[in-house]
T-cell receptor, first 113, second 114 residues
Framework: DTGVSQDPRHKITKRGQNVTFRCDPISEHNRLYWYRQTLGQGPEFLTY????????KSRLLSDRFSAERPKGSFSTLEIQRTEQGDSAMYLC???????????FGQGTRLTVV | KQEVTQIPAALSVPEGENLVLNCSFT??????LQWFRQDPGKGLTSLLLIQSSQREQTSGRLNASLDKSSGRSTLYIAASQPGDSATYLCAVRYLDQAGTALIFGKGTTLSVSS
């Protein structure tokens, strides 16, 4: 068990481009979360999966954002038509059961130029 | 609005000191509370999880307490070391929070000097 894995660790993109991030949760964890963290702030919830079902989406998740978790394993977070305001650390977390201890990955740092 | 507040925002101590980090939450109806550590540019490392029925949890030099009635949790770090320098985040799961999202404070940035 290597923990929660995120790829890439860093991404620099031009405004208007699309980007996709990947998260591999801890293998026996069926709950998967995406959070966004900006400098000096705590992480903010974006969306949540139980197995392959996306059960909750924050109002922060605009129409340009989409997340998937095919087959209830890894998850992807796509941002279309990136804006400078999307620059942030995108964190993935998983837990073994509902409201259980959350384990986070190392995050993907997105910079939109 | 359900919020989590951490005070102070930053703290500097000499090596060897015992210290307390504070976390307050606006609603006592919580499911659990989790403390995390975050190194610069890195992800979050889980330190301690306290269920609403518990008063405290201990792991090594760390002790976290929970007082739901006053809406407070503290993280006690004994005999601080330079390697403890990091940002410490408190996060709460409220009972009536839609979904199971953690609500985070902004963190306390700790610097331990040798």
């Amino acid at each position: 068990d290597t923990g929660v894995s995120q790829d890439p660790r860093h991404k620099i993109t031009k405004r208007g481009q699309n980007v996709t991030f990947r998260c591999d949760p801890i293998s026996e964890h069926n709950r998967l979360y995406w959070y966004r963290q900006t400098l000096g702030q705590g992480p903010e919830f974006l969306t949540y999966f139980q197995n392959e079902a996306q059960l909750e989406k924050s109002r922060l998740l605009s129409d340009r954002f989409s997340a998937e978790r095919p087959k209830g394993s890894f998850s992807t977070l796509e941002i279309q038509r990136t804006e400078q305001g999307d620059s942030a650390m995108y964190l993935c977390a998983s837990s073994q059961w509902d409201r259980g201890e959350a384990f986070f990955g190392q995050g993907t740092r997105l910079t939109v130029v | 609005k359900q919020e989590v507040t951490q005070i102070p925002a930053a703290l500097s101590v000499p090596e060897g000191e015992n210290l307390v980090l504070n976390c307050s939450f606006t609603d006592s109806a919580i499911y659990n509370l989790q403390w995390f550590r975050q190194d610069p540019g890195k992800g979050l490392t889980s330190l301690l999880l306290i269920q609403s029925s518990q008063r405290e949890q201990t792991s090594g030099r760390l002790n976290a307490s929970l007082d739901k009635s006053s809406g407070r949790s503290t993280l006690y770090i004994a005999a601080s070391q330079p390697g403890d320098s990091a940002t410490y985040l408190c996060a709460v799961r409220y009972l009536d929070q839609a979904g199971t999202a953690l609500i985070f404070g902004k963190g306390t940035t700790l610097s331990v000097s040798s």
